[in-house]
């Protein structure tokens, strides 16, 4: 490993699931996972191919009973490439003795590159070195080449370039009693000679997906004249070139391939344009060169230097290339959401979930408008939002829990255990701490951006109207004087209802309390700050009532929150009525117990009679508010915050979490920044290395993690330099740990670019390029940073 290349120098069987997800290329529209070029699904390579949006529904009977699942549907295999020396069956690692591999993920550029020499039965020996990208310049480009140099023979070979599109989605095993036929043949066509082209349909949700490939050769003296034969059915298409290769004269093999779907903008029809478009590229060198050069421009922006630790470093920068993978200038503009699990692998079928929490922050600070692009991923979906609210007997907007193609509830109603086999009731829908959740990002986004177009225009609507369902699915209890909000889930996804309970969700989830309780306040200052002719017009749209703006001021001072024993926040009402689990016996007996809930269902026991958390829950609201935010609310509620507070509740939850989800070691790291520097560097690590040491045993082959790898990022600005925003002005409250001295990164705030450096008790702030000055703070000392200036800041004392 180096600094930008991840690389490994064997091929093992049971590690090429998770390398393929690590290696995949992308471009912010489509990406593609990193198997060998000719392979099939087998059980060791899957190959996949995803594009934002690129959802469709099924049914599946499960005993007798009709399952509807929207997945992301993995798209036609365009990497097929083979070759055949004469006399030989294609290449492949069954029929030749493999002399050295070398598989190589090139972090700078997203590309995916593999060297092999293998000698084949007759004793011929050969290097083939193959290389391919999905191009960051042209968004519906990605190219491949192979270099083929025969070492000790000349002969005849034949390279079988081919479209594939009999694919279906099995990358999951839990999910193989899915239907997993997602597409329908439409037609292939040619465009000329060296063109191939396949197009699909999904079969429920009508997109149209075409791919477009040319195929070429080239020897020492240009372009060869090459045989070509056709093979096409619907649904596949391959063309076999042939051609003389000489003894130690490499031959370069260029497939060209345009990526269309019926989603895009400014097509005529899907199939026309991929012709249309890969008649026109040029050379492998030609469009690597535009590729290097978009990415180049994206890791000025982005890079995050960390110069005294290697490991760290490489990690980092490896997490910013998946994040670009998926979420690029490119996604702005297309009406998409962010994947949990990023676009290289079918987990949680490619839904849209919480996970926007962790991963805004990075883009915030650097590249807003991909956060806005994806904001309004969510203001389209309003529109299902309401209904949703409506037909639970709510009013305003409640967001799903898990999202797709339009915006409805998508969190399946059963779901397998793997350790029981079982299919067991899914009541996670209840987390209906997602439209909070949602809420706080459109504030965050204003906050960090400054764009007051897109609040007056599309955040307030949404904020106002996520603070309309919260105040109608709260209630006042006059007992306490309280607020209450019940039948909810917290994000600790083990507990789903009270042990024994027919009703679903929780009492008092303090998390989703506490959240709500700051909305409430928020939505009062969104309506302030929105002109008073607009503010009318948004209030008779959404049919905002006196009564309601009231009650979210009532409900910002008087929202309950359960407590227990000294100081310590219940994670909802009761939870001090638990059973304290054995958990030495748990880790003896199973070694890894992140996901107890599996284990303990499978044993016939109910997770929910235990004080036991999947992640952090009622803690995390010491990650996503700083102290000057969190303790004034606390202390308009009447409840007591202090230091002390926080660490006895980080102590006490640490110790009966599982961090079934890597979320929690990302919030469990920023809250420890403070508190115990080592430990939260320990956790930092964990995090660092989750989807890399593929920790949970199997999961990062289904799809990187995209709320863990941008959260090691957001940790270093937000936990590690302590960066928040107060009053219009950048705060940092530096804490270094671990090896961070020298590091060094640009960032954004309010259209202003910035460079941070730290070194040693300094913290250097420039502003190199015009901009407007920027008000910055650090500890006591703030100093304004003009355009072209740069101020440093002495922090830490002695
Ligand atoms: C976590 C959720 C998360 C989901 C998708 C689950 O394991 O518990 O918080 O949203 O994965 O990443």
Not at 471 to 483: F, L, T
Not at 643 to 648: A, G, I, K, L, Q
Request: glycine residues 8%; charged residues 25%.
């Amino acid at each position: 490993m180096t600094d930008w290349t991840l690389a490994f120098d064997t091929f093992e069987p049971e590690q090429e699931g998770l390398r393929e997800a690590l290696t995949s290329t992308g471009n912010g529209f489509f990406c593609t996972r990193g198997g060998l070029a000719w392979a099939q699904a087998d059980g060791v390579s899957y190959p996949g191919t995803y594009t934002h949006g690129g959802f469709n529904r099924e049914t599946t009977i499960m005993a007798g009973v009709p399952v509807l699942n929207e997945d992301l549907v993995n798209l036609p295999n365009w990497l097929l490439l083979e070759m055949r020396i004469e006399g030989e069956e294609a290449l492949d690692r069954e029929n030749v003795e493999i002399l050295s591999y070398r598989h190589e993920y090139d972090i700078r550029t997203a590309t995916t590159i593999r060297v092999l020499r293998v000698r084949d039965r007759a004793g011929r020996e050969t290097t083939l070195e193959t290389r391919r990208f999905v191009s960051m310049a042209d968004m519906h480009q990605a190219a491949m080449k192979w270099t083929i140099t025969p070492e000790n023979w000349s002969g005849r070979v034949e390279v079988i370039s081919a479209l594939d599109g009999r694919v279906t989605n099995k990358g999951v095993a839990r999910y193989q009693q899915l239907e997993g036929r997602h597409l329908d043949p439409v037609s292939p066509r040619t465009f000329g000679p060296e063109t191939i082209a396949l197009v699909v349909r999904t079969r429920q949700s009508r997109i149209y997906v075409a791919e477009a490939a040319r195929t070429r050769i080239f020897g020492v003296a240009g372009q060869l004249d090459v045989g070509r034969d056709l093979y096409q059915m619907q649904d596949y298409a391959h063309q076999v070139l042939s051609f003389e290769a000489t003894r130690g004269e490499p031959v370069r093999v260029e497939k060209m391939v345009a990526f269309y779907t019926s989603r895009d903008h400014a097509i005529n029809e899907p199939l026309v344009n991929a012709g249309k478009a890969v008649g026109r590229y040029g050379t492998y060198a030609e469009a690597f060169e535009h590729h290097r050069r978009a990415w180049e421009e994206l890791w000025e922006i982005c890079d995050v230097r960390v110069p005294n630790d290697e490991r760290v470093q490489l990690l980092l920068r490896l997490h910013i290339s998946h994040i670009l993978q998926v979420c690029s200038p490119h996604t702005s503009d297309l009406d998409a959401g962010v994947p949990a699990r990023g676009l290289n692998g079918e987990a949680y079928r490619g839904h849209i979930f919480w996970d926007e929490l962790f991963i805004y922050p990075f883009l915030n600070f650097r590249l807003p408008e991909i956060t806005r692009g994806l904001l309004m991923y969510r203001y389209r979906r309003m529109g299902e939002a309401r209904a949703a609210a409506k037909e639970a007997g709510y009013q305003g907007a409640m967001f799903p829990w898990q999202s797709g193609s339009d915006g409805q509830e998508e969190t399946q109603k059963v779901h397998i255990n793997p350790k029981s086999g079982k299919w067991e009731p899914d009541l996670s829908h209840n987390q209906r701490h997602v439209s909070a959740d949602i809420f706080y990002n459109v504030w965050r986004y204003y906050e960090t951006t400054g764009d007051t177009e897109f609040l007056l225009d599309y955040g307030a609507e949404m904020m106002l109207d996520i603070a309309r369902f919260w105040a109608s699915i709260a209630h006042h209890n006059p007992v306490r004087d309280r607020y209450e909000i019940h039948g909810v889930m917290g994000p600790d996804e083990f507990h789903e209802k009270y042990a024994g309970s027919d009703e679903e969700g929780l009492r008092n989830n303090a998390y989703t309390n506490v959240m709500v309780a700051w909305l409430s306040e928020i939505a009062l200052e969104v309506l302030d700050l929105v002109p008073e002719r607009r503010r009318q017009a948004l209030r008779a749209s959404i049919g905002l009532t006196d009564e309601e703006v009231e009650k979210w001021g009532e409900m910002s001072r008087k929202m309950f929150v359960p407590f227990h024993g000294d100081g310590l926040i219940s994670q909802f009402e009761g939870y001090d009525n638990l059973e304290e689990l054995d958990w030495d016996h748990y880790r003896r007996e199973y070694g890894n117990i992140q996901r107890l809930d599996r284990i303990l269902r499978a044993e016939g026991d109910d997770p929910d009679k235990y004080k036991l958390t999947k992640q952090a829950d009622a803690v995390l609201l010491f990650f996503l508010f700083p102290e000057d935010e969190l303790k004034p609310l606390f202390e308009r509620l009447g409840y007591e915050y202090s230091t002390e507070m926080v660490r006895r509740n980080t102590e006490y939850y640490d110790q009966r979490t599982s961090h079934g989800s890597t979320l929690s070691f990302i919030a469990h790291a920023g809250i420890l920044a403070d508190l115990d520097p080592e430990s939260s560097w320990e956790r930092y690590m964990v995090a660092l290395e989750s989807d890399v040491g593929d920790v949970q045993g199997g999961t990062t082959q289904e799809g990187i993690h995209m709320g863990v790898m941008a959260g090691t990022l957001d940790l270093i600005q937000r936990g590690y330099l302590g960066t928040d925003i107060r009053d219009g002005a950048l705060h940092f409250d530096p804490k270094p740990v671990g090896n961070l001295d020298g590091l060094s990164f640009p960032m954004q705030f309010h259209g202003t670019r910035l460079q941070i450096e730290l070194k040693g008790k300094q913290l250097t702030v420039a502003a190199p390029a015009d901009g407007q000055p920027v008000d910055v703070r650090v500890g006591d000392t703030a100093a304004r940073i003009e355009s072209g200036g740069s101020h440093t800041f002495d922090f830490g004392g002695e």
